[in-house]
């Protein structure tokens, strides 16, 4: 596994997109079905009814078989749409099957605009977030442009908004000991890999010290 602080934040990306673009055609539906595995029997993905997911770039881990399953059993599904102005935000937008997309600035297919389909995070029930590494304390290191950072920003100053659950999606080869913490980040309640769960018990702790209360005394 790879030692993060031992790599500056830019070095790691750019290790863990390599490893992760590095997978056969082969490996990647492998793990695409492994992750489904994982998830589509579980109790947090059966019972979101709005459910916001990503289309893969960059050798991430392919949710597409639970999107159809979301879609078959009649969930909204949400992607991610970078706003015009001001560009540092991104929406969510609900699809429909087969719906035709369109390239953003970084060259990923989303929706057209369209205010009407679009919902604010806290009113979605399960977020899957890509990502480029993952510890195994609710740690995401991300493709570097604040993205969902800032979206869920209102996490970090209303604690009791819990809405959605944030799952992070990842190959298991996108592991890290353990990611520094940005004063920003928005720790995640789980990672999902093709091998299994990484719960994010960090979340606690960092919520605790965030609130400046000491839960341990020397
Ligand atoms: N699948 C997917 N969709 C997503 C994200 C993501 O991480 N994965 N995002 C999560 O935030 C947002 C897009 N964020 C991004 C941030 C930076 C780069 C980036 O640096 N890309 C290039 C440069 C490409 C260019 O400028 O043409 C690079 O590969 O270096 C890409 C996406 C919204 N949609
Ligand atoms: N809540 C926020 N408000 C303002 N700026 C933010 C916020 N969150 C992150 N940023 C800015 O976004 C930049 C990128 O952050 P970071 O490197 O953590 O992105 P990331 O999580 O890797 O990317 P992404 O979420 O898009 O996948 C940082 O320079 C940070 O200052």
């Known amino acids: 596994m ?3 602080d031992t790599h500056s934040r830019p070095a790691l990306r750019r290790l863990l997109r390599a490893k992760r673009r590095a997978l056969t055609p ?8 492994c992750l489904y595995r994982q998830l589509a029997q579980h109790p947090l993905f059966r019972r979101a009814r709005h459910m916001a997911l990503y289309l893969p770039n960059d050798g991430e881990i392919d949710p597409i078989l639970l999107q159809r399953e ?8 949400y992607l991610p749409l970078l706003a015009r102005w001001p560009r540092t935000h991104m929406r969510f937008q609900r699809i429909d099957a087969g719906e035709s997309l369109q390239r953003n600035r970084f060259r990923i297919a989303e929706p057209r605009p369209q205010a009407s389909r679009q919902r604010r995070p806290w009113a979605l029930d399960l977020l899957l977030l890509p990502l480029v590494g993952f510890d195994d304390g609710g740690g995401r290191l991300g493709m570097g442009g604040g993205f969902y950072d800032r979206a869920l920003a209102y996490r970090l100053r209303h604690r009791n908004w819990q809405k959605p659950v944030l799952l992070g999606l990842a190959h298991a080869c996108q592991q890290v000991d353990r990611l520094p913490l940005e004063s920003w980040d928005v720790p995640l309640h789980a990672t999902v890999t093709d091998r299994g769960w990484h719960a994010g018990c960090r979340r606690e702790e960092l919520e605790e010290a965030r609130a400046g209360q000491h839960l341990h005394h020397a």
């Open 26 to 33: 082969a490996q990647q539906r492998q793990a695409a079905r």
């Open 70 to 77: 979301a879609q078959r059993r009649g969930k909204q599904v």
């Open 2 to 4: 790879i030692h993060a």
